[in-house]
């Protein structure tokens, strides 16, 4: 685990083929499915922005929006979002974004899983700790969520 202000990094060991895992980062409407995010019918490509109505329970009346920035198949899928955008009252678009990056590498008995929020540093600073300490206890979340998903669906 870092422990840089800048950037919150998760690694995971996933007992499910690269492929599989590919396919719940990659396939929008199954990413949603543990991410907690309505992506149904949604595609991610690159340069193209995805919206979806927050799904986990208390939050369902945020949109989340992230700008896909790179796929490269079976290996990195990143974007950039406006992390803890979670007061529907706020205008969150002057803000600066972090930029998160899921990569998959083969590993003994399955994949790889890293991912990466990094620019934190740059949210301003009344938000900073805040968005630290959600989205750090929110990727330690989404960690147990892809494992139980990809485990599932194997």
Same mark, same amino acid.
């Not at 369902?60 to 796929?71: P, T, Y």
């Given at each position: 685990?870092?422990?840089?202000?800048?950037?919150?990094?998760?690694? #995971? $060991?996933?007992?499910?083929?690269?492929?599989?895992? =590919?396919?719940?980062?990659?396939?929008?409407?199954?990413?949603?499915? =543990?991410?907690?995010?309505?992506?149904?019918?949604?595609?991610?490509?690159?340069?193209?922005?995805?919206?979806?109505?927050?799904?986990?329970?208390?939050?369902?009346? #945020?949109?989340?929006?992230?700008? #896909?920035?790179?796929?490269?198949?079976?290996?990195?899928?990143? =974007?950039? =979002?406006?992390?803890? %955008?979670?007061?529907?009252?706020?205008?969150?678009?002057?803000?600066?974004?972090?930029?998160?990056?899921?990569?998959?590498?083969?590993?003994?008995? @399955?994949?790889?899983?890293?991912?990466?929020?990094? @620019?934190?540093?740059? #949210?301003? $600073?009344?938000?900073?700790?805040?968005?630290?300490? $959600?989205?750090?206890?929110?990727?330690?979340?989404?960690?147990?969520?892809?494992?139980?998903?990809?485990? %599932?669906?194997?």
């Amino acid at each position: 685990m870092n422990t840089s202000t800048d950037r919150i990094e998760r690694k #995971i $060991l996933l007992k499910a083929p690269r492929s599989r895992v =590919w396919r719940a980062l990659s396939d929008a409407g199954e990413f949603g499915d =543990w991410f907690g995010v309505d992506f149904k019918g949604k595609a991610f490509a690159a340069g193209k922005h995805v919206q979806g109505n927050v799904t986990y329970p208390g939050y369902e009346h #945020i949109s989340m929006d992230v700008l #896909i920035e790179q796929i490269v198949p079976e290996r990195l899928l990143s =974007w950039r =979002w406006h992390p803890a %955008a979670i007061d529907p009252a706020v205008d969150y678009s002057q803000e600066p974004t972090t930029l998160v990056v899921f990569e998959l590498e083969e590993a003994e008995g @399955g994949t790889l899983l890293t991912v990466v929020e990094s @620019g934190l540093d740059k #949210i301003p $600073l009344a938000r900073r700790a805040t968005v630290l300490r $959600l989205n750090t206890s929110g990727w330690d979340e989404q960690m147990h969520n892809i494992e139980n998903h990809v485990a %599932a669906a194997s």
